[in-house]
């Protein structure tokens, strides 16, 4: 069972991807660099590897963008033997009003969970450790009183069920997908109460047909999916952070209605993570 820690911060709350984004912890990116390849995209860049520069000032205009969207940015302290901790949505997630701790899947990244549950006890925010074996937040997308979580290659169906236990009053729906892939958000992010991205071949073919009868989905295609096209970030009133290259994917959600703010991160991206890996959301405002 998971260690659960009540604090006083009452300021944290998500039930949605897609409610007004107002607190949000990010990393930067000063000790980035591809180590170990876990990923397709990594192993396409590794012998470039990462511009540091270019990754800092790009994390930076990141910053800034949200803050000049009303969103309060809290950065984790970046350590130097953590080369990939830019990626903060995956060392923990918010639901309702508590912040799962995660349990890292893979070598590199174990240990980093370790500085967010520092940061959240200091400042007394309700926190919930997970104990079972593996489970990374980049595969845990929520939605109302659904939460829709990846089964890959960094997360378990024994941890999943621990977070079903802690859940009692939403639906866990475990989503299995082609752990090639990573994590979830990789292939599948939700933009509204009826929208969608998704990878369709990154399914079984009944998963997909699930997963398009619950939203109205865009289809993304091969090379925007290696760009990290699903993987956009909702911060409130329809406004969409995503990667300039992306055009068609960007195309279709301005045609469904949504501002998409571009900004290039693509320095970042080379290691298999966009938007939405860098940043883990404490408080969206409810949606109704």
């Known amino acids: 069972m998971a260690t659960v ?8 709350n998500c039930d949605s991807e897609y409610g007004a984004l107002k607190k949000v912890i990010v990393c930067e990116p000063k000790h980035m660099k591809i180590d170990e390849i876990i990923n397709e995209t990594q192993r396409h860049f590794a012998k470039d590897n990462i511009n540091m520069k270019r990754a800092m000032k790009q994390h930076q ?6 803050s000049d969207n009303g969103v309060d940015v809290y950065k984790l302290p970046a350590i130097e033997k953590f080369p990939e901790q830019v990626f903060t949505r995956d060392i923990g997630f918010t639901i309702g009003e508590t912040v799962f701790v995660s349990r890292m899947g893979s070598n590199i990244r174990d240990g980093e969970e370790k500085v967010l549950r520092n940061w959240l006890l200091e ?10 074996d593996r489970i990374e937040g980049g595969d845990v997308i929520v939605h109302g009183d659904t939460v829709y979580i990846g089964l890959s290659g ?3 169906e024994e941890t999943i069920e621990e977070v079903r236990a802690q859940l009692p009053n939403m639906k866990v729906v475990t989503i299995p997908f082609d752990p090639i892939f990573l994590h979830l958000d990789c292939v599948f992010n ?30 993304i295609e091969k090379d925007e999916q290696f760009t990290m096209g699903t993987n956009v970030l909702s911060i409130g009133d329809k406004k969409v952070l995503s990667l300039p290259v992306n055009e ?9 209605g949504y501002e998409v703010i571009e900004v290039d991160i693509s320095e970042i991206i080379k290691s298999g993570g966009s938007f939405r890996c860098c940043s883990m959301p404490l408080y969206r405002e409810e949606m109704h």
């Open 154 to 156: 960094r997360t378990s």
């Open 123 to 132: 400042h007394q925010v309700n926190l919930s450790l997970i104990e079972g």
């Open 248 to 256: 068609k994917v960007n195309a279709s959600m301005r045609e469904r």
């Open 190 to 219: 939700i933009l509204s109460e009826k929208d969608a991205i998704i990878y369709r071949h990154a399914f079984d073919e009944k998963d997909y047909q699930f997963l398009a009868s619950q939203f109205d989905v865009i289809e």
């Open 61 to 66: 205009q990141f910053v800034q963008t949200m």
């Open 5 to 12: 820690i009540k604090g006083e911060y009452k300021h944290v």
